[in-house]
């Protein structure tokens, strides 16, 4: 069973830095790409950024979030990164670690790690 736990949440000032992290265990050779995803109560969950794992220089990032949010991926630990730089108190919400399996089968999700940007 594959599963993914995160990392690296916190509280931080507005301005601040954080660095998310996320490890997968199990068979990760089913997966194609990682990513996070972030929810606020009320709202949808939506798209922070992905990477390729077959191709690191294959990556999505969110058009607002572009220039502060960078993901990047370890493959040797199966490990992803989701650098947050320049937080504003909009950034606050829960941060999901997302997995892809190959073929279209189900998203794996880790548990969520909250990250909160005080003014």
């Known amino acids: 069973q594959l599963q993914l736990v995160e990392s690296g949440g916190g509280l931080v000032q507005a301005g601040g830095s954080l660095r998310l992290s996320c490890t997968a265990s199990?068979?990760?050779?089913?997966?194609?790409?990682m990513g996070w995803y972030r929810q606020v109560p009320g709202k949808q969950r939506e798209l922070v950024a992905s990477?390729?794992?077959?191709?690191?220089?294959?990556?999505n990032v969110a058009d607002s979030l572009k220039g502060r949010f960078t993901i990047s991926r370890d493959n040797a630990k199966d490990t992803v990164y989701l650098q947050m730089n320049s937080l504003s108190p909009e950034d606050t919400a829960v941060y999901y670690c997302?997995?892809?399996?190959?073929?279209?089968?189900?998203?794996?999700w880790g548990q969520g790690t909250q990250v909160t940007v005080s003014s």
């Open positions: 199990g068979p990760t050779y089913r997966l194609r790409a």
């Open positions: 997302n997995a892809k399996p190959l073929g279209g089968d189900t998203d794996y």
């Open positions: 990477i390729s794992l077959r191709n690191s220089r294959i990556t």
